[in-house]
């Protein structure tokens, strides 16, 4: 394996660190605002909606055939479903869009600083591949190196002079180089690596 081939493996390995990071934190932050629903006596019923769903059919994956009532548990628990009630902001779902119920995430300053902060290490991961990738993909002029195939011998090297589109396999590419002694060899670019 070259080194730039390790150079984007590398770079991959950042940016599934990064993603589960971000993904981790993000769920923590759902836990606590459940917890501090849990603990404000919320309606686990509507969510402190005030409205339940009361049915709804799978012919529309959206939910726009739903049908809703009133929560049944506002009598029994009316200090639940007040003006004042809290409302739980852990999680949205499809029927409160449908309802132009807007779910806002409450978050203090360092937890949306934090969640800054990991998005934007994300987002120099994935430029890191992005840029790792550039680097290893045969383009004209670059010197690669055969390294699996069985028409062109592992270990040729040579100059590419020529990518194109693979004719019998959409969207795959093929390459064209050139060896030291001027034999021309055409393989996929999957055999070559960059070196």
């Known amino acids: 394996m070259s080194e730039l081939t390790e150079k984007v493996e590398h770079t991959k390995g950042h940016v599934r660190t990064a993603y589960h990071t971000l993904h981790t934190y993000q769920k923590e932050l759902r836990d606590r605002r459940a917890e501090e629903f849990a603990a404000a006596k919320g309606c686990l019923r509507c969510r402190g909606r005030g409205w339940v769903v009361t049915w709804d059919t799978l012919d529309s994956l959206s939910g726009c055939y739903a049908e809703y009532g009133g929560c049944p ?3 029994v628990n009316a200090e639940a479903h007040g003006p004042d009630a809290p409302v739980d902001h852990s999680k949205e779902n499809k029927y409160d869009r449908l309802r132009g119920f807007k779910v806002e995430v ?3 300053d360092v937890e949306r600083d934090t969640l800054a902060k990991l998005q934007q290490a994300v987002d120099d991961a994935k430029n890191q591949e ?3 990738i550039a680097a290893a993909t045969p383009k004209r002029g670059r010197i690669v190196k055969v390294v699996k ?9 040579g100059e ?10 959409p969207y795959s590419q093929r390459v064209g180089f ?3 002694a001027g034999d021309k060899h055409f393989t996929a670019a999957g055999n070559v690596e960059v070196i």
């Open 178 to 180: 050139k060896t030291d």
């Open 73 to 75: 548990d506002a009598e």
């Open 130 to 132: 992005k840029y790792a």
């Open 160 to 169: 590419v002079f020529w990518v194109g589109e693979d004719r019998f396999r």
């Open 106 to 108: 409450v978050q203090t």
């Open 149 to 157: 195939g069985r028409k062109v011998r592992k270990g040729t090297e």
